[in-house]
């Protein structure tokens, strides 16, 4: 069976750091790009960044309200991927997902290829709180 | 960014209503890069269509989507008790990556 599992949320105060981790089984994890996503309390749902296959450079991308701050990294031969999260704001309390998606190239563009996100974690919850 | 804004924000039906939700985009989406999920409370969300029309797997019939450009739609063609949830319409077609703020299908 396809499975993605989240894992490291907790209560962190303001300003400090935390990592969660995302593992997958059941596929190939080193072929997929891997994605988080995050939706605060009550409200929708919001991408955070994604880290490319290493077929396509391995490369990260992130929302504007993350950069500089959370970092995403992979281990494909564990099959982890990782999310670092530095400077943690108040904000930034959520729970957050991670999903996956074949990545490659249209007509010169990097895309995920059809059907992205198909498989989600439970996710996991991260409070910041003093 | 491009913004994805949902309509409406509630619709509250009976079980084998039809529902049709909307989903309207600030720019045009290529249609490959448009997704369906619904969400229950305390589940994550569930992949129902990519591509603006195409099921993922194991989604039933009873779940289409159609639209181009900026217009795009969630029909539930007869609302079954296990489909009132939350339905957010999602584009990958350019950065940042958006999600609509979500439809409510609620039971009247």
């Known amino acids: 069976e396809v499975q993605l599992a989240e894992s490291g949320g907790g209560l962190v105060q303001p300003g400090r750091s935390l990592r969660l981790s995302c593992t997958g089984s059941?596929?190939?994890?080193?072929?997929?790009?891997m994605s988080w996503f995050r939706q605060a309390p009550g409200r929708g749902l919001e991408w955070v960044g994604v880290i490319r296959s290493k077929a396509y450079g391995g490369t990260t991308e992130y929302v504007a309200s993350v950069k500089g701050r959370f970092s995403i990294s992979r281990d494909d031969s564990k099959g982890f991927a990782y999310l670092q999260m530095i400077s943690l704001k108040t904000e930034d309390t959520a729970v957050y997902y991670c999903t996956r998606g074949r990545d490659g190239y249209v007509w010169g563009s990097y895309r995920l290829k059809e059907p992205a996100f198909d498989i989600w974690g439970q996710g996991t919850m991260v409070t910041v709180s003093s | 960014d491009i913004v994805l804004t949902q309509s409406p924000g509630t619709l509250s039906l009976t079980p084998g209503e039809r529902a049709t939700l909307s989903c309207r985009a600030s720019q045009s989406v290529s249609s490959t890069y448009l997704a369906w999920y619904q969400q229950k409370p305390g589940q994550a969300p569930r992949l129902l269509i990519y591509g603006a029309s195409s099921r993922a797997t194991g989604i039933p019939d009873r779940f289409s989507g159609s639209g181009s450009g900026t217009d795009f739609t969630l029909t539930i063609s007869r609302l079954e008790p296990e489909d009132f949830a939350v339905y957010y319409c999602h584009q990958y077609d350019g950065s940042p990556w958006t999600f609509g703020q979500g439809t409510k299908v609620e039971i009247k």
């Open positions: 059941g596929f190939t994890f080193g072929d997929y790009a």
